[in-house]
């Protein structure tokens, strides 16, 4: 069964960076992409960007210049990276396995960290 | 980026109803259409994938059905523990995109 622990700053002031990272207990870390979603009461569910063990990369267009995501397999954890926030970016972060989207096999994700409120204000 | 829409936004209903949600999106998207269930403070629970198939360890008494743009989850009877918000996500093409959700609860 796998678990997944994240952590990270829960309260930030505008321009601050928001970091947080999760880790993966239990299964293979290998092989499977690993994804970052948002949910918001005024955007909802948003996905936010995804990585593999091997560091392939994709990103939301829509917050790509702010974000970077990042992994350690040595440690079995990713991180997120957003620059820059805003109270638009106030919301529960969580981390997930999976990827967002693929045709050469089928995406979900499937385990889920437990979530992070991360408040911006000022 | 394509965008779901979820009907009906929210229901009542009764242990042991059987309940439908549909949700369509703004363009056709094979059969690549999740579904999750949430409860409040926690997060997401994959139920279905592939508009169809069962994620394992959930009831038999969900099912996913539809493809191209239309799509549906139905619970046959639904149980006290699945008073709950639901939402589909498309995974054609990114960014995957979450339907805005259907709230479920008690009559």
């Known amino acids: 069964q796998v678990q997944i622990q994240q952590w990270g700053a829960g309260l930030l002031k505008p321009s601050e960076t928001l970091s947080l990272t999760c880790a993966a207990d239990?299964?293979?870390?290998?092989?499977?992409?690993w994804s970052w979603i948002r949910q918001s009461p005024v955007k909802g569910l948003e996905w936010i960007a995804e990585i593999n063990d091997i560091g392939n990369t994709d990103y939301n267009p829509s917050l790509k210049s702010r974000v970077t995501i990042s992994i350690d397999t040595s440690k079995k954890q990713f991180s997120l990276k957003l620059t820059s926030v805003t109270a638009a970016d106030t919301a529960v972060y969580y981390c997930a396995r999976g990827r967002n989207a693929c045709t050469n096999g089928m995406c979900y994700f499937d385990y889920w960290g437990q979530g992070t409120l991360t408040t911006v204000s000022s | 980026d394509i965008q779901m829409t979820q009907s009906p936004s929210s229901l009542s209903a009764s242990v042991g109803d059987r309940v439908t949600i549909t949700c369509r999106a703004s363009q056709g998207i094979s059969s690549y259409l999740n579904w999750y269930q949430q409860k409040p403070g926690k997060a997401p629970k994959l139920l279905i994938y592939?508009?169809?198939s069962l994620q394992s360890g959930v009831p038999s008494r969900f099912r996913g059905s539809g493809s191209g743009r239309e799509f549906t989850l139905t619970i046959s009877s639904v149980q006290s523990e699945d008073f709950a918000t639901y939402y589909c996500?498309?995974?054609?093409?990114?960014?995957?995109?979450f339907g805005p959700g259907t709230r479920v609860d008690i009559k």
């Open positions: 996500q498309q995974s054609y093409s990114s960014p995957g995109t």
């Open positions: 592939a508009a169809s």
């Open positions: 239990g299964g293979s870390f290998v092989a499977y992409y």
